[in-house]
């Protein structure tokens, strides 16, 4: 079982940047594909960006691709998303979540264990 704590959020003006952290508890993190969700107000929880267990593979939401940025630490057991050129339609509350899989793609029924999200506001 792990455990993962999202950091890293805040209010930010178009066009900034802020990177996410998710930090994941017990020895296996290795062994865990991860990935970033979202969750606007009054919309659904969408996908945003997922990775593989070593970090070779990597997916994106169309909405983000080419502006933000998954990548993971499995020393330090904590996966990032940074985020550049953030637009007002990505305020929303973030989510890290763990899949015991090599690679948890864009379904979250795919992720075991999942944070309680850190908040993302851009200003326009």
């Known amino acids: 079982q792990v455990q993962v704590v999202e950091s890293g959020g805040g209010l930010v003006q178009a066009g900034g940047s802020l990177r996410l952290s998710c930090a994941a508890s017990?020895?296996?993190?290795?062994?865990?594909?991860m990935g970033w969700f979202r969750q606007a107000p009054g919309k659904e929880r969408e996908f945003v960006a997922a990775i593989s267990r070593s970090g070779a593979s990597t997916g994106y939401a169309d909405s983000v691709k080419g502006r933000f940025t998954i990548s993971r630490d499995n020393a330090k057991n904590t996966v990032f998303l940074q985020m550049n050129s953030l637009k007002p339609e990505d305020t929303a509350l973030y989510y890290c979540?763990?899949?015991?899989?090599?690679?948890?793609?864009?379904?979250?029924?795919?992720?075991?264990?999942w944070g309680r999200g850190t908040q993302v506001t851009v200003s326009s």
């Open positions: 979540a763990a899949a015991q899989s090599y690679y948890g793609g864009s379904y979250s029924n795919h992720y075991d264990y």
């Open positions: 017990g020895r296996t993190f290795g062994s865990y594909a």
